[in-house]
Nanobody
Framework: QVQLVESGGGLVQAGGSLRLSCVAS????????MAWFRQAPGKEREFVAR????????DYADSVQGRFTISRDNAKNTCSLQGNSLKPEDTAVYYC??????????????????WGQGTQVTVSS
């Protein structure tokens, strides 16, 4: 079992930046791949970024490519998502997710076994 807690959300103006953090506990960080998803009110949860167990493989959704950066620090059991040049369309609850893996998991929700409670990001225009 893995427990995940997100933090770092808030209100920013369009063009601004935010850094989200996720702290994991319960199992060694090297035993699971991680990802970030987001969900706007009334919409489905969508993939944002993923990272392999050791941080070698990284993948982003087209909507955030070039603006967001995912990283992890296994020694500290953390995974971060840096968002730059934020747009109103980025407004959503952002969720950290973990999936049991020897490498990495995919872009779909069911690839991930554990989820955090989410942190709200609001980008004003």
């Amino acid at each position: 079992q893995v427990q995940l807690v997100e933090s770092g959300g808030g209100l920013v103006q369009a063009g601004g930046s935010l850094r989200l953090s996720c702290v994991a506990s319960g199992r060694p960080s090297s035993s699971y791949a991680m990802a970030w998803f987001r969900q706007a009110p009334g919409k489905e949860r969508e993939f944002v970024a993923r990272i392999s167990t050791l941080g070698v493989m990284i993948d982003y959704a087209d909507s955030v490519q070039g603006r967001f950066t995912i990283s992890r620090d296994n020694a500290k059991n953390t995974c971060s998502l840096q968002g730059n040049s934020l747009k109103p369309e980025d407004t959503a609850v952002y969720y950290c997710a973990a999936g049991e893996s020897t490498g990495w998991r995919g872009r779909i929700k069911r690839d991930y076994d554990y989820w955090g409670q989410g942190t709200q990001v609001t980008v004003s225009s």
